[in-house]
C-alpha cells in the first residue's frame, strides 16, 4: 500500500479550492447551528397531517451514527495501512451518513415534539414523581446528551475543514487536524445512539 499512499502524496495542493470550500463550510455551519437553534422552538412546529408519522426517525438516526461510527474506524485502519484510495471513499461515505442524519434530524425535530428523559406517561412534562424515578441515571444521560450537542456544533465546521484539507492535497494541515478532531466526531457518532437507547423507553 506504499505505493498508493506515495501517489496521493505527490499531489501538489490545491489552495485557491481549498479557500474557496472553505468559505462554504463556514457558511454550511452557521445554517446548520441557526436551524438547529430554531427547531426546538415549539411555535415553529409544522403540522404533520394525521395519517404521516415519522416516529421511526429516532431509532433510523441512531443507525446512522452507528453506521458512521464503523466507517470512521475503517478509514482510520485504512489510513494507517497506506490505504489512501480506500481511506478516501470511507471519508465519503461517512461524511454523507452525517448529512443524511443531519437533513433528517433537522426535519424530525421541526415536526415532533421534544421527548423528555424519564416522560413515562408521555405528557411533555417532567414531573417530580418521574423526576425522582430516574434520579440515579438522569445525570449520566445529560452528560452524554450535553457533551454530544456540545461537540457536534464545536466539531462541525472543524470536520469539514478536515476533509476539505485532505481532497483538495493539504495533507500536512490534513493530518494536524484528524489527530484531534476524529476522536471528536467518533465520540458524537458513539454517543448519538447511546442517548437513543437511555431516551428509548419514553418514546411513543
Known amino acids: 500500500m ?19 470550500l472553505g468559505i462554504g463550510a463556514w457558511i454550511i455551519t452557521a445554517v446548520v447551528l441557526i436551524l438547529v437553534g430554531l427547531m426546538r422552538r415549539p411555535e415553529l412546529r ?16 441512531a443507525g446512522v451514527n452507528a453506521c458512521a461510527a464503523f466507517v470512521l474506524v475503517a478509514a482510520l485502519v485504512a489510513v494507517k ?3 489512501i484510495t480506500l481511506h478516501r471513499k470511507l471519508m465519503l461515505g461517512a461524511m454523507g451518513l ?27 412534562k417532567l414531573e417530580a414523581a418521574e423526576r425522582a424515578a430516574v434520579a440515579g441515571s438522569r445525570p449520566t444521560y445529560l452528560i452524554f446528551l450535553i457533551s454530544h450537542i456540545i461537540l457536534a456544533g464545536v466539531s462541525l465546521p472543524f470536520i469539514l475543514f478536515t476533509f476539505i484539507a485532505g481532497w483538495t492535497n493539504r495533507f500536512a494541515a490534513h493530518r ?6 476524529f476522536p471528536l466526531w467518533l465520540y458524537v457518532a458513539i454517543t448519538g445512539p447511546i442517548c437513543y437507547w437511555m431516551l428509548r423507553p419514553y418514546y411513543h
Do not use: C, M
Open 98 to 124: 452525517s448529512v443524511l442524519f443531519l437533513l433528517s434530524y433537522v426535519s424530525y425535530h421541526f415536526t415532533s415534539a421534544e421527548v423528555l428523559y424519564g416522560d413515562a406517561n408521555f405528557n411533555g
Open 2 to 20: 506504499n505505493g498508493d499512499r506515495n501517489q496521493w502524496l505527490s499531489r501538489a495542493p490545491q489552495e485557491a479550492l481549498s479557500k474557496k
Open 176 to 181: 494536524k487536524l484528524a489527530r484531534w478532531v
Open 81 to 83: 495501512k497506506g490505504n
Open 46 to 61: 409544522i403540522q404533520l397531517p394525521p395519517d404521516v408519522s415519522l416516529s421511526f426517525l429516532p431509532a433510523f438516526h
